[in-house]
């Protein structure tokens, strides 16, 4: 009698059908892999589907072995005004992974892309005197995070002419995003054309898994492969109860909102209930962060603050008055001091005061200020 009883045929198919989407995305992910030369270029934000896609990309390239390499980039967006715990476990995460890739000697690049500094969101809003953005003018959503992301891909496509743009989108994970990912016409591989960006095709190979699946699959292969861990990112679950922001590409991506990681400065939202999470949940440092955020939503209806003509000469509600930009940039600065995290730029201050000083200031009012809080960007300005 044997040790252990023989698996029936029953029970083997159950199995195969419990994992089949595994199964499924693996061979999709090898198919689309060895078809072509086209690069890969992997879309990761350090949320649960893209950290999910990427260790599965990884386990393919480390399976097929260095032979069969050819090149694999990700992508990852820091827009300069991530929440401080999210950036550094992004950044440490990409640190572990690109270093494992090099010594794998696998063909792999890691971009980390943040927008240029007249791009950038102090830039615009202290330095332009732009409005918070509102659902009905996303202005950051161009700026902060399809230009950075677009500039990487276009360079990819200009080098091979084109390339494999890797998602990590389902449609478990709204109606909305369902419909629109059902409407577009596949290939025999899974992949359709890209809306916006030329000679790029789009790979989704986790579009069928469900929510518990994919966390599943992630306590189940925990470390992974690149000598990191799941385990901080799952404490950022819980503590945020939150999903992740999308790497956009696109303006049809809908605005990360409501329970979901995004920029800190987020005036899209209602109420950032992933931020509430954090400092429930023990990192009560980041109140001053939520009630800056909350202030900016609250000047922003205040029309004292605001010039009466717009950047383009014409009559209406414009840009924030200089009085208003040098009170938003000593706020900033406040916070700064009180989180004990650099929230902005060298760049970002030397920048707003090129604009200040084209537009309305001739004493060097933002190095100034920036000075008085501890902040020298500039050493050789006379103050």
């Excluded at 007249?118 to 202005?139: A, E, H, S, V």
């Excluded at 991506?253 to 509430?276: A, E, H, L, Q, Y």
């Amino acid at each position: 009698m044997p040790l252990f009883p023989v698996t029936s045929i029953g029970e083997r198919e159950e199995t195969k059908q419990k994992y089949s989407h595994i199964a499924n995305s693996k061979q999709l992910l090898y198919e689309n892999f060895v078809a072509d030369h086209r690069p890969w270029v992997v879309a990761f934000s350090g949320g649960k589907d893209s950290t999910l896609l990427l260790q599965l990309v990884y386990e393919l390239l480390l399976d097929v072995g260095p032979q069969y390499q050819k090149p694999v980039h990700i992508i990852a967006s820091d827009t300069r005004v991530e929440p401080p715990n999210i950036e550094q476990y992004l950044r440490k995460n990409l640190a572990q992974l690109r270093e494992h890739a090099r010594l794998s000697d696998l063909d792999l690049t890691v971009h980390l892309v943040r927008p240029d500094v007249d791009q950038g969101f102090w830039g615009n809003l202290i330095g332009k005197g732009y409005p918070p953005p509102t659902r009905w003018f996303r202005w950051c959503t161009t700026k902060m995070k399809i230009k950075p992301v677009r500039k990487v891909v276009d360079s990819i496509v200009a080098e091979y002419g084109s390339v494999i743009l890797l998602l990590g989108t389902r449609t478990a994970e709204s109606s909305n995003r369902s419909r629109r990912m059902q409407s577009r016409e596949y290939s025999s591989r899974g992949l359709n054309p890209h809306q916006d960006i030329p000679n790029a095709l789009v790979l989704q190979p986790i579009s069928q898994w469900k929510t518990e699946q994919v966390w599943e699959y992630l306590f189940a292969y925990n470390p992974p492969p690149w000598n990191s861990s799941h385990d901080e990112m799952l404490n950022l679950y819980k503590q945020a109860n939150s999903g992740e922001c999308p790497i956009v590409t696109d303006l049809d991506t809908p605005p990360c909102g409501g329970n979901r990681f995004g920029c800190w400065t987020c005036t899209v939202i209602k109420d950032d209930k992933s931020m509430k999470g954090f400092i429930e949940t023990g990192d009560e440092w980041m109140q001053p962060l939520y009630e800056f955020r909350q202030w900016l939503k609250l000047i922003r209806e205040d029309e004292s603050l605001r010039n009466k003509y717009k950047r383009n000469g014409q009559q209406g509600s414009g840009p924030f008055t200089s009085g208003a930009r040098l009170m938003i940039l000593e706020k900033l600065l406040i916070t700064e001091q009180v989180v004990g995290w650099q929230l902005i730029g060298d760049d970002e201050l030397l920048y707003i005061q090129q604009i200040w000083t084209e537009e309305f200031d001739i004493m060097d009012s933002a190095l100034r200020l920036a000075h008085q809080y501890s902040r020298k960007p500039f050493q050789s300005v006379a103050l």
